[in-house]
Every structure is written in C-alpha cells, then in structure tokens.
C-alpha cells in the first residue's frame, strides 16, 4: 500500500505499534503509515512488545453562557400571528419541556429562540391560581379603555375579527394569551408581571361528555407512547408497553385492597380492618344505606386478626404468585325482587388452577319480578326445583372463606352486597386495572379480557346472559397476568413513560461546559409535600419530601443549584424540575388538611374526600382577585395569593442564567364538579335497587348540564412561562 502524498494517515484516538524488523514478509504491520522518526537502539533491543502511544483527541470549543443583551440569549415568545387555533392544554406545556430537555418536536404555538442554550427547566404547579382572577383583575374605566379592550381590539385589527365574531380567539375568552401589565393586576399580582410577558389559557385533560377532570399532574410528568400508525381493529386494542418496560413479578399478597379502596369502592368492611371506634361507628351507618329497605343480617369471614395474612410461607417461595394463600375467584348473578332490591340467584367460585369449587343456584325469599334474563342468564324454569337458600350459600362460604383465603372478581362490592358478606382479603380486578378516564368510571370485564387476555366473553350479553364461571376464570387470568408483569401492568404508567425516564435518555451537551454531568444522561427532580417517591415522580433522579410550602421552595432551590455540601444534590443541580405549591388551594378548600397531609403525586384525586367544606356564596369586595373564590374568607385567600406569589418570585430570583421557568395551576375550581359527581354516584347506586319514588336524589337533565358547566369550569386553568 502506498500513501498518497499530501494525506498523511494521523491517529485521532491511542495507536498501538511494535516493532517489525523480523517481519517476513518486510513490511511494517501497520500498513500504509509513514514512520514519524527512527526508532532508538534502547527500543528496538527490547523484546517485541506493545507499546501504547497517547494521543489526545483535539478538544472543541465550549460555549459560554450567553449575555442577556446578547443575541444569541434564549427566550420563549408569543406572536399574535403564531399557528394558534385552539386552547393549549398541559400536554402541550410538557411537550415544550421535551422541546428543550429531549429533542422532541418543536411547538407551533409559541416561538422558542435559541432553545439548545436553555440548560435547566423549572415547572412549578401552583393550584388556586385561576384565570378569572387576571381576568377580573383588569380594571375597567370610561375613558381609559382596560387593558383586555385593548388587547381584544387589538387582535381584532390584526385578525380581522369582528365584535361579535370568534370570541374564542380573544385573550382569556378562549385561547390566545393576555399581556400582563402590572398597572392593570390586583396588589396580589402585580409582581408576576416582573417575570412574565404574558398569562396563557389551558384547558386541563378531562372529558366533559364524561363529566372527569384528569390528572394535571400526570399531564405533565407521564408521556404517552407514540400513536401506533396501522388501522385499528374494532374493540379494544391489545395493550402497547412503554419504553425499556420490565416485568416485575409480584404475588397476589401485594393487590390486596386497603381499607381505604374498599370503602371509596362501595364495599361493607370487615371489622377486622376497623381500628377505633369512630370508624366501627361510621360503617355501621354505611351499611345501613347498603341495605336498602330489606333488612338483611351481615355475615363476617372469621380470619382472627391482623397478623393471620402474615405468613413464613411469603419467604422462600418467591416464583408462588399466591405466596402461600388460597385464591378463590367468585362471580355471581342477581335478579331483581318484589322490594325493588337485587338478590342472589346464581354463585360460582373457582380456584388457581381453575377448578370449579361452586356452582349453585339460590332461590331468593322474596318473590322475583324481572329474573334480568338478557344478563344473569336465569329463567324461572332454572329457578323452580331450586331449594337453595341463602343462608345455605352463606354457611359454605364462611367455611370456604377463612383466614388464608383471597377472594378474588370484578365489582365484587355487588357480590358481596347480594351475599351479605364481608371479607378482609379483596382483589378486585376493577381497582387492579383504572379505567383509562379515572374513577369512578370502571372497565368492564369484556373490555378487559378482550384488551390484556385476547379474549371474548359475554358473548351472550343482552341475549342469553353471562356464565359466572367464565367471568370468574377471567378474572383469575387477569390477576395472574398482573402477577407475572408487576403492579404498574394495566395502569397508565405501563402505557406511558415517565418524564424523567424520556430525558434521562438524552445526554447532557458537551458545549455546557460548567454542568458536572456532560455527556451524560440528563437528570430530573420532584419536589412535593408527602411522599413524592411513591407516585408519578419515583423515576426522579432526586424525590425531595417537604412539609409545607416554605421547603418546597428550598427544596427546589437545592434540586436547580445542588447543595453546598452535596450530600443530598450534587453541585450543579438538576436539568428538570418539577414542583407543587399547595397553600393556596388548600385556603380555598379544594381539598381539606387530611388529604393534605396524606398525599402522593400520583395524580389521584385529592378533593372532595372526607370532610370535604361545602361552597357558600360570598359577596365580592370589589377587588377582583377574590371574585372567583366561594366559600373562604377574601382575606386569607388574599394573604395565601399574595404568599404564594412571594414563593414564586423567590424561586425565579433563586435561578441561574438560561433556565426556562414554567408556573401552571393545573386546573380550575373543582368542588362543584366534584359535589356533583358525588351526588350522581349516590343516584346510581339507589337507582339500581329502588324504586323511583323511593329515591333520596334525583338526577335530571338539569344535573346533567350543570355537571357539564362544572366540568368545564374545573377544566378553565392558567400558565405562565419565561426563560430567566
């Protein structure tokens, strides 16, 4: 091989050379390099070895932290004549950050400058914050025309929009932004414009034909797996796994329902999971209301105490998903009988491998009057040399049902209830698999044996009716299924990735010079009250549990710019940060101190649980920021306001240069909403074993539009965003 003249071979990375003098064939085994100078006679009398000759690659130039004034300075900017068409919501919020953090697509809705000099993002969620209280804040005069008639004569002059025409399109009315000017906010909120350009309107996710306020929270820090691109097959389509998925196996000791998801499920609780005498009191009342006007007589389950879940067959046997326990699959059929109450006509119950343990039919006390043929599958034929009773069914189950049982089935609450049962040991595969739009919506068993089990069932649905042995077998799969794949299968942290997770995957750019990690991953942080590790943000490099608002500000300022000491934030910080404020909710009474204190971000629904207090009307004092707020005193909410405005300026003072900051409220008022939710279940509940004139609620059209107007009020939030 002969070099080219005029292209010498250089090595950009360490070279390996030998001595050849006794090369055979003559020629030097690293063909086609030209020598760089004689070897030394030390060198070529030592025996032919390796050597290693360093060569540094050539090093490129870093980028600095560009001047404010300069440039090249990021920033994230609206224009009037941007591709705005509709209202952004919170994924739009989230995809912005993966924009900047993750290489992801570009937004259309707002101009983002320089964006790869962006070197942190801050996301701090601060519900109470309300679009109305910028709307309302805007002063309106005679002779100097506010600053929202400007703004929306303005738009109209650059749109060509007419007064009465589009109001969608007009700042807070639908979905362009208003221009902040501090001479136009309330006292509360005039130091946001110092930070902020501009307020954005967002609608949060939710359904309002379903009447359901999603999660803001999980808006922001779950990104959904791209849209599968090949023409879907009618019925439910068969689950898509997140990036890096793994299975986690688990046993069945870990899906047993809490005391807490029994009771928000509508299920009698067993005593053994009452604690005080409060609580034992409380469900005496419930079951009165479960009980209707028959009267019947609770059974419980004898399990002993506490401790008799407890087993030394759990250790040692980690491939057993049952961990030592009995697994009992149960589903049963009701007709409807002369007091307008459900009752038990049909039971089966099937073990782990699938063998049938019960299989009867059960002659009601009260005469039948609708056998509900189309779904039970029962005709009075079935029925008539039937000498079953329940007090029978009732006896076996008591011996089947002992301390080392789990009962396993779909809404079991209803099976039971037709039993007049309790017992401690729940798996429900209702709780197990969400419905994909929240509670209280539910799957229903043919929805989900077609999309994790590629099964049909029910196919006699309305027809013939439903095979309580089929039923019950599903349901086994679908916990065995959940077994082998882990806790999160079937939820939507298995069809979504984490945030963290999506930018951990992108390396830290080498021009950031000043960050510790070049060249590495990038690194995120959840800073919230409770504990922030056991929800939505357990994939965070860093989970910062606070206990007010006051630490979360500190925490943030430690997860942006690292600890002095480094013990819990290495120096330089993080690259993501996400964070909530509750003071202000809390003042207004989105949600009481209990789940204040009792609270994950795991986008659960936090309000109008427990002692919820219910909105009063309250008259305005004509200062705007408290117009929208029902039901708490104007001044604390103004002094909260006002608290939590301080907090965000001195988590905007506390950050670096280049660092985009983004304040979102993550949705509207929701206790309206909420209220009637409640009472919409409650009417649900009594209608399905009374009779009309024996309703204690009613549920009209009326209640169904204002449902809707709740909805979409509690959907109404608010965003704000700047780079420092």
């Known amino acids: 091989m002969v070099e080219q003249p005029g292209n010498p071979i250089t090595p950009r990375f360490d070279v390996l050379a030998r001595d050849d003098d006794d090369d055979s064939d003559g020629e030097s085994s690293c063909k086609g390099r030209r020598p760089s100078a004689p070897i030394p006679d030390e060198v070529a009398s030592a025996e032919q070895e390796w050597s290693t000759v360093p060569v540094k690659p050539p090093s490129k130039k870093r980028k600095k932290i560009p001047k404010k004034d300069s440039p090249n300075y990021p920033s994230i900017s609206y224009s009037s004549r941007s591709r705005l068409q509709s209202t952004i919501k919170i994924s739009d919020l989230q995809s912005l950050v993966l924009y900047i953090l993750a290489n992801g697509v570009s937004p259309q809705w707002v101009s983002v400058r320089h964006f790869t000099a962006i070197r942190k993002v801050v ?153 005080t005498d409060e609580q034992k009191l409380a469900e005496t009342c419930r079951r009165q209301k479960l009980q209707g006007t028959t009267g019947g007589e609770w059974v419980e389950t004898e399990v002993g105490s506490s401790d008799a879940v407890q087993s030394p067959s759990d250790e040692g046997k980690p491939d057993d998903p049952t961990a030592g326990r ?98 401690p040991y729940i798996v429900d595969t209702s709780i197990l698999y969400p419905h994909p739009r929240g509670s209280p919506l539910k799957s229903s068993l043919k929805w989900l044996a077609q999309k994790y089990l590629g099964r049909e069932i029910q196919k006699g649905h309305g027809s013939s009716g439903h ?120 003042v207004q009474g989105w949600w009481n101190n209990n789940n204040n204190n009792n609270t994950n971000n795991n986008g659960n629904k936090e309000n109008s649980n427990g002692d919820e207090k219910e909105p009063t009307d309250s008259d305005d004092d004509g200062h705007g920021v408290e117009s929208s707020v029902h039901g708490c005193d104007n001044a604390r909410v103004r002094d909260a306001l006002t608290e939590s405005v301080r907090q965000v300026v001195d988590i905007y003072d506390s950050l670096p240069p280049c660092t985009a900051f983004i304040v979102y ?52 939030s608010m965003a704000m965003l700047v780079v420092k």
Not at 408 to 416: E, T
Not at 493 to 522: D, M, Q, V
Not at 548 to 564: L, M, Y
Not at 679 to 707: G, K, P
Request: hydrophobic share 40%.
């Open 123 to 275: 996301v701090v969620m601060v519900p109470g914050l309300e679009r109305r209280m910028f709307h309302n804040g805007v002063k309106a005069d005679d002779e100097d025309r506010s600053l929202l008639e400007q703004a929306e004569s303005r738009l109209r002059a650059e749109t060509g929009l007419k007064a009465a025409e589009d109001e969608d399109a007009l700042p807070l009315n639908g979905y362009r932004p208003l221009e902040l000017s501090k001479d136009a906010l309330q006292e509360p909120l005039r130091p946001l414009a110092d930070m902020f350009e501009h307020v954005w309107p967002v609608l949060s996710p939710g359904d309002e034909r379903g009447s359901q306020l999603h999660s803001p929270i999980a808006a922001m820090l779950q990104s959904p797996l791209p849209k599968a691109q090949d023409k879907k097959a009618p019925g439910a389509q068969p689950p898509r796994e997140a990036h890096a998925w793994e299975d986690k196996p688990t046993t069945i000791r870990q899906m047993i329902a809490s005391a807490e998801q029994l009771r928000e499920n509508d299920f009698a609780i067993h005593p053994m999971l009452l604690e």
């Open 467 to 586: 095979s309580p042995i089929e039923d019950a077998l599903a349901c086994l799969d679908l916990v065995k299924q959940k077994c082998q794949r882990g806790l999160s299968w079937g939820t939507r942290e298995a069809s979504a990735e984490s945030i963290y997770k999506r930018i951990a995957r992108t390396p830290i750019p080498a021009k950031f010079s000043s960050h510790p990690n070049t060249g590495l991953g990038r690194t995120g942080a959840v800073v919230d009250c409770g504990r922030p590790d056991k929800g939505l943000g357990a994939a965070a490099t860093f989970c910062i549990g606070c206990q007010s608002d006051d630490e979360v500000v500190q925490g943030i300022k430690s997860a942006v710019n690292g600890d002095q000491d480094g013990k819990l934030v290495p120096a330089g910080g993080v690259d993501f940060v996400w964070a909530r404020l509750r003071d202000l909710a809390l």
């Open 665 to 716: 409220s993550g949705s509207g008022d929701p206790r309206e909403m909420a209220r009637l939710q409640a009472l919409h279940q409650q009417y649900r509940r009594e209608f399905a074993t009374r009779n009309w004139d024996d309703l204690s609620v009613q549920w009209t059209d009326d209640e169904v539009q204002s449902l809707r107007q709740a909805t979409k009020k509690a959907r109404e």
């Open 326 to 423: 009995e697994v009992l699959a149960m589903d049963c059929e009701m007709c409807k009988t002369s007091d307008g109450e459900l009752a038990l006509t049909r039971i089966s119950v099937v073990r782990w491998d699938g063998s049938v343990v019960m299989d009867e039919l059960v002659k009601p006390e009260r005469p039948i009057t609708d056998y509900l043929t189309p779904y039970s599958g029962i005709t009075k034929a079935m029925l008539e040399p039937v000498t079953t009773t329940l007090k029978d069914i009732q006896s076996r189950l008591l011996r089947l049902f002992h301390a080392r049982a789990v009962v396993v089935g779909h809404s079991l609450n209803a099976d039971l209830a037709a039993l007049w049962m309790s017992h």
